[in-house]
Each structure stands twice: as structure tokens, then as C-alpha cells.
């Protein structure tokens, strides 16, 4: 193990005001005048990338602390990271192993540990290995499968994991749930096997949790066409002496029910999230009956796009701590099991991901908006907050620093909410009456969301003199299941109208420059992105991120687990074939009248590359401005530190080319087609 303790690791005991950035900007420091887009920025695209780092996945065994971190530094290498009681932070995963899986294609949940064992899947053969301290990791199981989202059962000494099989070579591959058997027995010999099936037949499975007597055995299933966040189904198996499953019951679930995240109490109770009423609520099946917790308009699950999340845990036999998004902020709860009394606790940070807890503290990935995501610790008795890691090894003044705006704007006679950031920066500000040039960004997803928080990328552009919207646009979580459902074939139309008048909304309360207003995003926030482009003439310029160009193609050439998917977003394929056409913005090129720029990763399996080149092509063909910059080695998302510092900084060089100012970086020029045809509305 490597001792990584440094700037980034020990403990950091903050005051609330301290976290919260309460400072300001000094009225005092004279200020050049320069335009907007040209100021000299205190963070540059490798600051901002600099020691970046992203968090996944605490587990709690015993004292210690575990997490994974992909580290942009070393390629995107995901590490898996043990915290002390002491205060060290020491490197689990020895150099030339990656914990990453890639069931889903998206993962999560790529390991676990037992009593100072890890267990976790390496990405480069997708093998589950068993790791012990001053070891050398051991293969557990055989080529050809997946693994994710195991947990320990320790009354039959061995672990119950999701297997997605791959060996088969056609067709989809078959999802199960199934045990390592010997996995914890660390004096025994190691024969790899693909594990016993404990439950199959379902399309999907995920949480796969043994109670802690080890009788019953609980998990999620769901089948095309649903997504999770559709509609899951919640069994229990009963366990026989040797850990076989006997009688299977459906405890909650259905085609229009979403269950998340079914946890045992210490004392043997299941405890789940179901949004049955129209929200993501938090319930427990006992003696025969499910009853509800705490009843409230709030989310207390996600759409599960990954393993790993984690929205509640017990802290101790009668006591759970619970995140919940309440009108989009996260926010932290304590709850009494027994009177199921309900106890906010404000907090400087917003608990966006992964809570674990004891009885003394609760564990959290979270952020403020002027702190970026950090591994924090809060403990109960004296409801201190301490920063036990911190995502980012360089960070802003708070002067420099825009913090996020809620906003709530109409959209097609609907409410849509969004995060609006206006352009900061401590040394400069604009001539009298410029109006700064508004970004757009269209999160992934579609069904996902943005948060209020300090993130680099944001202020990458508005100590630059950008304004930014963060568009949570019909379909996004957080605001329930309705908000959610918006989106339900309406995929292209609901969330570009809710991105388009974002933009005219900021427009309208002179917050926005019309003739330089910029739509960006990445995957199914790139699609609404193009699509914006294509069918409405608002935005002058384009980032498109592994965006989607044609849905239709989309439909038959994409991973298992989004295979039906666009059912639910469009309609069934192929007997809406039409629809799917007639939405793809590859087929509407003859609408868009500006100029685009995309960033393709040649790797990418859920957004193949032809996507951005075909629709580059498409471009290039009108005779308008377009760039296309494709990256080796790069999947689905961006982990390499040097390419992420290529793409903001190409991204901003083609800003100031099309839009006619000079950047006040150094930057490497970016081969731009047709760049002296100007589009309409740029000369």
C-alpha cells in the first residue's frame, strides 16, 4: 500500500460559514474593463484539471474508510482508497490494476471489503479478484463475465454479486444473480469459477443484500422495456443451511413502481424506496405490511444509472440517516426507527452521493457552491463536519468564484428549473451595457440532473466572462415522478423547448447576450444539443460531447442496457420509425444555421463514434463551421487529464474564432471548416 496523504487527504475541520464561502468580492480592487469571453481567468484548463479526481463508492469496514477515485492523472485509473482511524490515506489497488466494471457498460459498485479483505472487479479483463493487505490481488472468477454490486455473506462465507454473461458471443448477454462461493474462506485454495446462479430469468438485476441472520435474501429485478426508474420489482428468497434460495416473494414493485435501494436493518428489517405515491419515499416491509417512513413531496432515489448508489444508511440499531432531494437540493435527515421521527440537519453541504454510517458518524460524497465534491464526515454527538478528501488539488478564491442561481422559468406553459451562474471574476469587469455570451448545458441522461454546486468546468467559463444556465429540463429527477414522466415520448421536443427558452428567458431579463448564445453537452444532453441546433434558430454556436446525431441508428446499436430505452423516450422502434427520423437532428441539418464543434471518444460502445462523425460530415457539407476532435483510448465520458484539458481549451479557441474575440489564453489552434462562411446572425 502507498501512503497518499497529502495536500488533498488528512482531516480539514471546517466552520459552516468558512464552507459556505461567505466572503466576497473586495469593491475596492480596481477592475479592468475588458469584453466578455476575454478576461484573463485565474483558472486555467490545466488548474482546473489538475490533481482531479472523482469519487465513487464508500464502504465502511469497521473503522476504515473506503472509496474508488478515478484519477485524470493517471489516466482515468480507478483506485480504490482506505481511510484510517488514524487519519491515513493509504492506496489499496497496486499499480496495473483498474477497479472498474463494466456491467451496464456504465458500472458502479466495483468492489467491496470484509474485515480488511477487498474484493473487486478489474477493469482490463472484467475478473473478480480478492485483494489482502501486502498481497497480490487473486483471480475469483473466470473470463467472459462481468461483475458488480457484490456484497458479503458471511454466515456462508462467500459473496452474492450481480454477473452479466457475455460468454454466449450473440445476442444479449444474461443477467443474474449469483455467489462466489469459498470468497471469504482466505486459507483455502483459489479455483476461479463464474459463480452459482441464485436468481435468473429477469432481464435485469441489481442490490442483491443478504439479511443479517443470513435466511433471506433480497434483491431488484426489472425487464425490457422498463428502465429502473420505470418500474422494479422487489423479491425476497428465503436461504436454506447451504445458502440455496427456496420460496421467492415479491414484496413491492411493478411495472409502474420504482424501487430503489432495499437495505437490512441491523435488527433483520427490509427497508426500501419506492416511489408508489409519485415520489421516491423511504418504507419497510414489517410483519406482513409495508408502511411508509416519512411521507413528503421529496426524492429519496435516483434513476440508477450506476451500482453504487446509496441515498440512506443505519446509523446504529434505531437510527437511519437519509439524503433526499428536496426541489433539487440535497439535503440530510436523521430518522428514529422506532417513531419514525424526522430530524433535518442543516448543512453547508448538499449529500449528493454514496452515505454510509455507524453509530458515531455518517460518510458522504458532497459539495457547496463553493466547494467541490469532497469525501466529508459528520458526526452525530457534536454535528461537526470534517473534509476528509477533497476532489480537487487547486480551487478558486471566493471572490473569482460564481455561485449558483436558482431559477424557475416557463416552458410550454410548465415550470423548469435550472441553475443560472452569471460571469465573476474578482479583476475585470465588461464596458457599460455588453451583455455577456450565455452557455446552455443539457445534462446527460436524459433522465438525470444538475446540482448547484462548485464545479470547475462551470467556472472554467465564468471567470472568463460566460454566463452559464445548468437546465434541469422536463424529465430530470428530483422533482418527482410526474417531472420525470414529462419526457415520456417527448424525447427531443420537451427538453430542447425547455433549453430553448432557458436561453430566451435569461434573454428577456437582459442577463443574455441574443447573438452569442451557445447550447452544450454530452450523450443524450449532445443529442439535445444538436437537436436544439437543428430545429431551432436560437443558439449561434455548438459543443456537442459523444452527442447523439441519429436516433434510429441508436435503436439497434447500443448496450443491453439501454436497448429499449427510446421505447419509453419515443416510442417502440421499428413501428415509430418515422418518429425516430424525423427527431434525429443528422436528418434536419437543412434547419441549422451555426456553427458546431464535437468531441467524440473512439472507444465509446454506448455512443458509437460514427454518431459525431457523420453528423460532422453532415456539417461540413452545408458549408458551415464545424471541428471534430476525437480522442484514442477515450470511452464513454472523459477520464484523461490531457484530453479533458484539450476539449475545454478547444471548445473556447472555437468560441472566439466564430464568435469573432480573442481568448486571453494561449491556445493551440483548432482546424475549423468553413469558418469564413459565417453563419446568419455572425457577421
Given amino acids: 500500500m502507498t501512503d497518499v496523504t497529502g495536500a488533498m487527504g488528512g482531516g480539514l475541520l471546517l466552520a459552516v460559514l468558512a464552507i459556505a464561502g461567505c466572503g466576497g468580492r473586495d469593491e475596492n480592487v480596481r ?13 486555467s484548463a490545466v488548474r482546473a484539471t489538475a490533481g482531479a479526481i472523482r469519487f ?17 492523472a493517471e489516466g482515468g485509473r480507478n483506485v480504490i482508497v482506505r481511510h484510517t482511524a488514524d487519519g491515513r490515506l493509504l492506496d489499496v489497488t497496486p499499480p496495473g490494476f483498474n477497479a472498474r466494471t463494466r456491467v451496464h457498460e456504465y458500472g458502479g459498485a466495483a468492489f467491496t471489503v470484509h474485515r480488511g479483505t477487498v474484493f473487486f472487479s478489474n477493469f482490463t479483463d472484467q475478473i473478480l479478484h480478492r485483494h489482502t493487505p501486502g498481497g497480490v490481488p487473486v483471480p475469483l472468477t473466470t473470463p467472459g463475465a462481468r461483475y458488480a454490486d457484490c456484497s458479503v455473506d458471511a454466515t456462508h462465507g462467500r459473496l452474492v454479486c450481480v454477473r452479466e454473461d457475455h460468454t454466449a458471443g450473440t445476442g444479449e448477454p444474461s443477467n443474474a444473480i449469483v455467489a462466489i462461493e469459498g470468497a471469504l474462506d482466505l486459507a ?3 479455483t476461479p469459477s463464474p459463480g452459482v446462479v441464485l436468481a435468473s430469468g429477469a432481464d435485469f438485476y441489481s442490490d442483491p443484500v443478504v439479511s443479517p441472520d443470513g435466511r433471506r435474501l433480497a434483491w431488484i429485478e426489472w425487464r425490457h422495456p422498463n428502465m429502473p426508474w420505470d418500474g422494479t420489482e422487489l423479491w425476497v428468497a428465503d436461504l436454506d443451511a447451504a445458502g440455496v434460495p427456496r420460496t421467492r416473494t415479491r414484496i413491492a414493485g411493478g411495472a409502474d413502481e420504482s424501487i430503489f435501494q432495499p437495505s437490512w436493518s441491523p435488527d ?14 423511504l418504507y419497510r416491509a414489517r410483519d406482513g405490511a409495508i408502511e411508509p417512513l416519512h411521507p413528503m413531496a421529496a426524492e429519496f432515489g435516483k434513476p440508477q444509472w450506476v451500482f453504487s448508489m446509496v441515498t440512506y444508511a443505519f446509523a446504529g440499531p434505531g437510527r437511519l440517516v437519509a439524503t433526499y432531494a428536496d426541489r433539487g437540493q440535497w439535503k440530510l435527515a436523521l430518522v428514529d426507527l422506532e417513531s419514525r421521527r424526522f430530524q433535518p440537519v442543516p448543512l453547508a453541504f448538499e449529500p449528493l452521493e454514496g452515505i454510509v454510517a455507524d453509530h458515531r458518524a455518517a460518510y458522504f460524497i458532497g459539495a457547496s457552491p463553493t466547494m467541490p465534491l469532497s469525501l466529508v464526515r459528520m458526526t452525530f454527538a457534536a454535528a461537526e ?3 476528509l ?8 478564491d471566493p471572490a473569482d468564484v460564481s455561485v449558483a442561481e ?7 406553459g410548465l415550470d423548469v428549473h435550472a441553475f443560472y451562474y452569471p460571469p465573476a471574476n474578482a479583476r475585470f469587469e465588461a464596458p457599460p451595457g455588453e451583455r455577456p455570451p450565455l452557455i446552455v448545458v443539457t445534462h446527460g441522461g436524459p433522465t438525470g440532473a444538475t446540482e448547484g454546486i462548485y464545479a470547475s468546468d462551470v467556472q472554467y467559463w465564468t471567470t472568463r466572462g460566460f454566463a452559464v444556465v445548468d437546465v434541469n429540463y422536463g424529465g430530470s429527477t428530483g422533482y418527482g415522478r410526474a417531472y420525470r414522466e414529462r419526457l415520456n415520448g417527448q424525447w427531443g421536443i420537451v427538453d430542447v423547448a425547455d433549453a430553448v427558452s432557458a436561453a430566451r428567458h435569461l434573454v428577456a431579463e437582459g442577463l443574455a447576450d441574443p447573438a452569442r448564445l451557445i447550447i452544450r453537452g454530452g450523450s443524450a444532453g449532445g443529442y439535445t444539443t444538436l437537436a436544439a441546433l437543428a430545429f431551432h434558430e436560437v443558439f449561434k454556436a455548438g459543443a456537442s460531447y459523444y452527442g447523439i446525431s441519429d436516433i434510429e441508428v441508436l435503436a439497434h446499436d447500443t448496450h443491453k442496457f439501454e436497448s429499449r430505452y427510446l421505447d419509453s423516450l419515443i416510442g417502440p422502434y421499428p413501428a415509430m420509425r418515422d418518429v425516430y427520423r424525423a427527431r434525429s437532428p443528422l436528418y434536419a441539418t437543412d434547419g441549422l444555421n451555426c456553427a458546431l464543434i464535437l468531441f467524440q471518444g473512439l472507444e465509446d460502445k454506448v455512443v458509437p463514434p460514427n454518431q459525431s462523425e457523420r453528423m460532422a460530415d453532415a456539417v461540413r457539407a452545408k458549408g458551415l463551421p464545424v471541428a471534430y476532435i476525437a480522442f484514442e483510448g477515450e470511452q464513454h465520458g472523459f477520464r484523461r ?34 469558418l469564413g462562411a459565417r453563419p446568419p446572425g455572425l457577421q
Wanted: aromatic fraction near 14%.
Fill in 188 to 190: 483455502g485454495a483459489v
Fill in 31 to 43: 477592475r479592468t474593463v475588458a469584453p466578455f469571453g476575454t478576461w484573463t481567468s485565474p483558472l
Fill in 641 to 674: 487529464a490531457e484530453n479533458i484539458v484539450r476539449a475545454l481549451e478547444s471548445e473556447l479557441y472555437f468560441y472566439g474564432a466564430v464568435f469573432g474575440f480573442t481568448p486571453a489564453d494561449t491556445l493551440a489552434p483548432v482546424p475549423i471548416d468553413n
Fill in 385 to 387: 463536519v470534517e473534509v
Fill in 56 to 72: 465513487d463508492h464508500p464502504v465502511l469496514d469497521g473503522d476504515d474508510l473506503y472509496w474508488v477515485e478515478g484519477r485524470a
Fill in 268 to 281: 433483520g428489517v427490509l427497508y426500501f424506496v419506492s416511489d408508489r405515491t409519485g415520489w421516491w419515499n
Fill in 406 to 412: 436558482p431559477i424557475t422559468f416557463a416552458s410550454q
Fill in 389 to 396: 478528501r477533497v476532489s480537487s488539488s487547486d480551487r478558486l
